[in-house]
């Protein structure tokens, strides 16, 4: 019961964020170092994950190419493109600005 | 390909998953089950991935190709659901294709949207209203005055033709120069008419209608040719292209070249139309504060004739009488009926939605979202839509033309209609409309959230679909209603007119226009020596009994309303009473049998230089003289002279306006006149409209020939024209009200027939899905009775619903129809009590099998098949 469905709309900024962590990972990579981060609260289902990463790619913000992973299997390696690089940064931004408004909320008062 | 791609992506992250398991200790059997298990289903990842892919699309066109497979896999309910689909679907298209062509498409000449139509108005309104036809001089006038619009005038007329060719009566107009610009008329041959043309000096030129210049000039050159029209010779000089129909003309003349003192003078009014064109840039708004202002000036120029009159203008249109109303009647008829189509396809496919719950639920818990599963629901009946929809359309194509041949009399500008992309456009959109109509009860009934409930269920749950089913059973029984009383009001109708009393014995009467020869129609005295020998001539036909001259015949088109009083003190002229004047000769009242009330007929004694008589009919006397006896009595009749005329006879009251109409008509009060006593001056006039009327030993057709033969006269130039018989005229006048009896009653067949296939499909459904608590009543001690009892009240409860609110909307359709249709009678028991037993009967029809099938459920296997 402690493991979540990660939100849609979150999804896409951790994807991009991990990518530009961690530079060209595969799908299963991706998801593992999500659930990781999250403590392993998050769970990354491969039915949300794949669209996912094929919307993101439509958009532009990743590209993809075939290639060899650590466990020397053949793998499609997502990176980062450049508008996905300012796309990181403006949702970031943005994420930042909205989790402080809501702090500032849901914080005691402190009048 | 992109499918291999995706596959390949997930087995390499499936191929991860296992390696890490494998890590932690387990088998690579394990392993690869616990991947599996923990990443969720390949197919839907998959369909997910191509829901994103390809967007709604792909999807679309896989929901076709199922909907296309179920419903083939469903051949009885699909072959039932399109063909009450098309059979409305059609009706509504064809009566559609009707309205548009009729009511809607544009005037046959360039730019319509430009053109408009003129008339006078008086602020004073007479018993007539208070708008008029143009004088000619006003015409003119404007014609020279204003600058926003290019103005034509055309006046009807119609003449003898005698050559070349034999002698016939054709329509002709008499037109202004501009009538041909305006209209961007085209010439086969020659030329339009020049403003040189259009003066009393000019040369007298005709032009003539392709039509007969095929006819009498067999398509060779005509212009310079000569052409003797009502016994004047003109010059060809143009040929209209055969695209041009101007209301069934097919001679043109100058109206400038018509010396008539009649179109000299302001005050009068001789029938003349105006129409414009806007110049280009003028508004039409433009336009009236021009006319406003010429009518101003007008006025104040010649107040005689002017005073309190000016100019207005509309857009022009056409004139297709009072068929409008009748139109979007037959239009909202044909609605209900695809609406019950409708309401009996959504039950349907309700049913069979119900029955493929457990697959749709099957198909929800093996992933696939509730969106999805709507989508595919109305994808189905989207098929079944357009198909219906498609057939539909073919089956207005065959149907369009016949109805259009079956409409009573002539179906106007029936040109212009016909199946264009208007039509097919509104016919796709019907059938859109129609089947989210009958789909989205079902679609919305697709599983949401309790998945597992209807699973494990079974097939048991009859949940809130049977109220949806009974709400839609109900609403056609309301719907059917509706049209079945209005069927029944028709026929009511009808049956009520039908036994009226014409006023006089329309059997064996032949009436017809008589064209004189031209040639005598110069002076007086020869007018009345060649109507009396027309008479004489007539007479001496075989078969023929008597033979009379009449001007406006009964339940024909034309009258003569005359205003009158019973004394030498005039009301103002708009509170003058009107009366239906018709000129005749003393044999009318043997040739109609008219029944004579009082006093005497006219008689031949009745000259121009004895006192003038009239005979009036009950209404008029009842009217003018209350009980008092008539006969004796004096009339004031303004258009007959200043001197009153004698009331020598009463006679009964002629259905003048037809058996419908009459009733209800503005103008009732009739008189006659002698024709002997037609004034000099109107002579000619009088003798372009007399009509003979012709009473026959036997069928009155008989006669035509040797009549024809008879009337020719010497110059072989005298024709009879518009010939019919007065049975055809009587019947015609209820031609309409047949008409739509009959279409209402196939509607209301269609209706009655689709509510009950529609009460008996949910009964039998219901009954179906009740069968093991059947078992369990039986088994309880339920007799075969009861449950018959039982689910006759089920149909009962739901016949009475319908019939309630059926009877409800009748009321209020009713009124609509009784202002719609003449000689219309609200509903009354009789109609109701019908109206009951038909729908009564059809619903026992309908219950039974379903209850006889209740009736006998073993209970052993009801119990059973648990």
């Not at chain 2, 050159?221 to 003797?228: D, E, H, M, Q, Y």
């Not at chain 2, 406003?292 to 056409?318: C, H, K, T």
Request: positive net charge.
């Amino acid at each position: 019961m402690g493991k979540t469905d990660v939100w849609q709309g979150t999804l896409a900024l951790m994807i991009l964020k991990t990518l530009e962590t961690l530079g060209p990972q595969h799908g299963y990579g991706i998801a593992r170092r999500i659930e990781q981060t999250s403590g392993h609260k998050l769970l990354v289902n491969y039915g949300t994950l794949y669209p996912a990463l094929l919307k993101l790619e439509q958009e532009g913000y990743i590209k993809s190419s075939w290639g060899v992973s650590d466990n020397n299997r053949k793998a499609k390696f997502y990176q980062l493109t450049r508008t996905g690089k300012k796309q990181v940064e403006r949702e970031a931004r943005e994420w930042n600005e909205t989790t402080a408004i809501l702090a500032r909320f849901l914080a005691p008062d402190k009048a | 390909m992109a499918r291999d791609d995706i596959d390949r992506e997930l087995d390499a992250h499936l191929a991860h998953a296992v390696d890490d398991l494998i890590r932690t200790g387990l088998t690579p059997e394990d392993a690869r089950r616990q991947a599996l298990l923990a990443l969720g289903g390949v197919a839907q990842t998959v369909d997910a991935h191509r829901d994103v892919r390809a967007g709604l699309f792909d999807s679309f066109l896989h929901d076709l190709r199922f909907a296309a497979r179920m419903l083939r896999r469903n051949p009885g309910f699909a072959t039932a659901a399109t063909t009450t689909l098309a059979l409305g679907i059609g009706a509504v298209t064809v009566m559609f294709a009707v309205v548009s062509g009729v009511l809607f498409a544009p005037l046959p000449f360039p730019q319509p949207d430009r053109l408009v139509r003129l008339q006078e108005r008086t602020v004073q309104a007479s018993q007539y209203g208070n708008l008029w036809a143009f004088a000619y001089p006003n015409f003119v006038d404007a014609r020279r005055d204003s600058r926003s619009l290019t103005l034509a005038a055309w006046r009807p007329s119609g003449g003898i033709i005698s050559g070349p060719g034999t002698a016939d009566y054709v329509d002709a107009r008499e037109v202004s120069p501009e009538l041909f610009t305006i209209l961007g008329v085209r010439f086969t041959q020659g030329r339009a008419f020049v403003p040189a043309d259009d003066s009393p000096s000019a040369a007298p030129v005709a032009i003539i209608s392709h039509r007969l210049w095929q006819d009498r000039y067999g398509g060779a050159n005509a212009i310079g040719s000569r052409l003797t029209f009502d016994a004047k010779a003109y010059t060809v000089v143009g040929v209209t292209s055969s695209d041009f129909t101007f209301l069934g003309a097919d001679v043109f003349l100058a109206i400038g070249q018509d010396a008539a003192p009649v179109l000299q003078r302001r005050q009068a009014h001789p029938g003349i139309q105006v129409w414009g064109r806007l110049e280009p840039g003028a508004t039409i708004d433009a336009a009236r504060s021009e006319l406003s202002v010429i009518g101003r000036r007008l006025a104040q120029q010649y107040p005689d004739s002017n005073a309190g009159r000016d100019f207005i203008a509309n857009p022009l249109q056409a004139n297709v009488g009072s068929l409008r109303p009748t139109l979007w009647l037959l239009l909202s008829a044909v609605a209900v009926v695809l609406l019950i189509a409708c309401a009996n396809i959504a039950s349907l496919l309700l049913a069979r939605a119900v029955a493929r719950e457990r697959e749709l639920a099957m198909r929800a818990a093996l992933g696939a979202s509730r969106m999805r599963l709507v989508r595919q629901c109305l994808t189905e009946s989207g098929v079944l839509g357009v198909t219906g929809g498609a057939l539909g359309v073919a089956v207005a194509a065959a149907a369009l033309r016949p109805f259009v041949a079956l409409w009573p009399g002539e179906l106007p500008r029936a040109d212009f209609v016909h199946i264009d992309w208007r039509v097919l456009l509104f016919a796709f959109a019907l059938s859109i409309v129609s089947s989210m109509l009958f789909g989205i009860a079902p679609a919305l009934r697709t599983p949401a959230t309790d998945v597992d409930g209807v699973l494990r269920a079974g097939a048991r749950s009859v949940g809130g679909s049977r109220r949806l089913q009974s709400a839609f059973v109900v609403s056609e029984i309301a719907l059917a209603i509706l049209l079945l009383v209005a069927a029944g009001m028709f026929g009511r109708t009808l049956v009520r007119l039908s036994a009226l009393d014409p006023g006089l014995d329309v059997h064996n009467v032949l009436v017809a226009r008589a064209g004189l020869s031209p040639s005598l129609l110069t002076e007086p005295a020869k007018i009345r020596a060649a109507w009396a020998d027309l008479l004489v001539r007539t007479r001496r036909v075989p078969g023929v009994r008597a033979t009379a001259m009449v001007d406006t015949v009964p339940m024909r088109d034309g009258n003569n309303q005359l205003s009158y009083w019973t004394s030498a003190a005039l009301p103002p002229p708009n509170q003058q009473p009107l009366a239906l004047a018709t000129s005749v000769t003393p044999e009318y009242l043997d040739v109609v049998r008219l029944p004579l009330r009082r006093g005497r007929f006219l008689d031949e004694h009745d000259q121009l230089t004895t006192e003038p008589v009239v005979v009036i009919d009950d209404v008029l006397a009842s009217r003018a003289f209350g009980a008092g006896d008539p006969v004796g009595q004096r009339l004031w009749v303004p258009s007959m002279g200043a001197a009153p005329v004698r009331v020598v006879g009463v006679v009964a009251h002629v259905r003048h306006w037809g058996f419908a109409g009459d009733d209800d008509a503005s103008v009732r009060a009739q008189m006659y006149y002698p024709f002997a006593q037609v004034p000099d001056v109107l002579l000619r006039r009088f003798s372009q409209l007399m009509s003979i009327a012709v009473r026959t030993d036997h069928g009155p057709l008989g006669v035509l020939e040797p009549l024809r033969a008879e009337v020719r006269g010497g110059a072989n130039d005298q024709v009879l024209y518009e010939v019919r018989t007065l049975e055809q005229l009587a019947s015609g006048s209820l031609a309409q009200h047949r008409f739509l009896l009959q279409l209402f009653s196939v509607f209301a067949a269609i209706a009655l027939l689709l509510a009950s296939v529609g009460l008996y499909g949910v009964l039998s459904y219901l009954v179906g899905r009740r069968t093991s608590e059947m078992g369990v009543r039986m088994t309880l001690g339920a007799t075969s009775a009861d449950i018959v009892s039982m689910v006759l009240r089920e149909s009962l409860a739901m016949v009475a619903a319908g019939f309630l609110l059926g009877i409800g909307g009748a009321l209020a359709g009713a009124r609509a129809l009784d202002s719609l249709v003449a000689g219309m009678r609200p509903p009354d028991v009789t109609t109701f009590v019908a109206v009951s037993a038909v729908l009564g009967a059809a619903a026992l029809g309908a219950s039974v099998l379903p209850a006889w099938r209740a009736s006998r459920v073993d209970p052993l296997v009801a119990l059973r098949s648990e």
